[in-house]
């Protein structure tokens, strides 16, 4: 049994890594995609993973397919589409934080009779994002895996990680960012998309709003200081780690992952008897792996092995 299948985008980041001696800015090829990514970082960490999507056929679409291959991801799902595969172009500022635009291919292609029910009834976690909610035939086979995990109790990750430049309006991506909720077990966005998903910006009513719509953890992702957790009625903060920031493209994935390969150690039902010593203890991983992602450029190129976790671990205790 597969411990993670995530559904949804692979694309290139066109991600910028600085600017000639003219001025002129230069971006690297790095493979991306938020469901792409956190399979990948999950791997890394020692999660049997598998990618359900679609990319092109074309140099990019083979070169990720061979990106997922060398990290050990299972690519049965990984389909060629018609167009081309999708580019996310990428800019960092001075202080690595990140702004995106879009050229749409292959990754809308997918459909509902290409998702394989069996692929996902053999994987003890479902995960998605938002990106593949975005119009276009891949929303209606995003949802039936969603709906096919959330019926056979499998558990259901979600991060609706939101891309104005892909929506027409702020208001079809609240409507389509709200609408798998009752679905899901496990979300993790940011402390600006949580109003956006749960009508209100205050950590405590927000994360109590999305409890109450059935979702069981809680994770709001705050920057360098750390994440919100609500769980079974109790939240707290668990503190980031400080680390010389390079680029922030994949730290979110980078932490989804190593939480989900976390959860994953824990059996068949991942949430089963889960207390609150053991969740602060897999945060407080999950934010060491995503500072060795931010201290890196790229978002796959830049996740960590168990051994880099360990390293940064080891420096901070001697600081």
Not at 84 to 91: F, L, Q, S
Not at 240 to 269: H, I, K, M, Y
Not at 287 to 298: E, L, Y
Request: hydrophobic letters at 45%; charged letters at 20%; one cysteine or more.
């Amino acid at each position: 049994m597969k411990d993670i299948t995530a559904i949804g985008e692979i694309l290139i980041d066109l991600t910028q890594t600085g600017v000639s001696e003219t001025g002129v800015p230069q971006f690297a090829a790095n493979p991306g995609g938020a469901p792409a990514n956190v399979a990948v970082a999950a791997a890394r960490l020692g999660a049997k993973t598998a990618f359900w999507g679609k990319a092109g056929d074309d140099g990019f679409g083979a070169y990720l397919r061979g990106v997922l291959m060398k990290e050990g991801v299972d690519c049965t799902g990984l389909l060629t589409g018609v167009q081309a595969t999708t580019m996310a172009i990428v800019a960092v500022d001075g202080a690595g934080e990140r702004s995106f635009r879009f050229v749409r291919g292959a990754d809308q292609e997918l459909t509902p009779r290409e998702v394989d029910e069996a692929a996902i009834l053999n994987s003890r976690v479902l995960h998605f994002g938002s990106v593949s909610l975005t119009p276009g035939i891949a929303r209606n086979a995003t949802i039936f895996a969603a709906r096919t995990a959330h019926k056979n109790g499998r558990l259901v990750s979600y991060d609706p990680n939101y891309r104005p430049a892909l929506w027409a309006a702020e208001a079809d991506a609240v409507e389509w960012m709200r609408l798998p909720l009752p679905l899901v077990d496990v979300i993790k966005l940011s402390d600006e998309e949580l109003p956006l998903v749960a009508g209100v910006s205050d950590l405590e009513e927000g994360s109590r709003s999305l409890e109450e719509q059935g979702v069981k953890l809680v994770l709001v992702t705050l920057g360098k200081d750390g994440v919100f957790c609500r769980w079974q009625g109790q939240t707290w903060r668990q503190p980031g780690v400080p680390v010389q920031v390079a680029d922030t493209n994949g730290a979110g994935d980078t932490f989804f992952g190593a939480v989900l390969s976390r959860l994953c150690r824990r059996g068949e039902r991942p949430l089963e008897g889960l207390e609150r010593a053991e969740l602060k203890d897999i945060l407080a991983f999950a934010n060491q792996a995503a500072a060795v992602t931010c201290s890196r450029s790229g978002a796959i190129p830049a996740m960590p092995t168990p051994e880099d976790i360990e390293n940064l671990r080891l420096r901070l205790l001697h600081i």
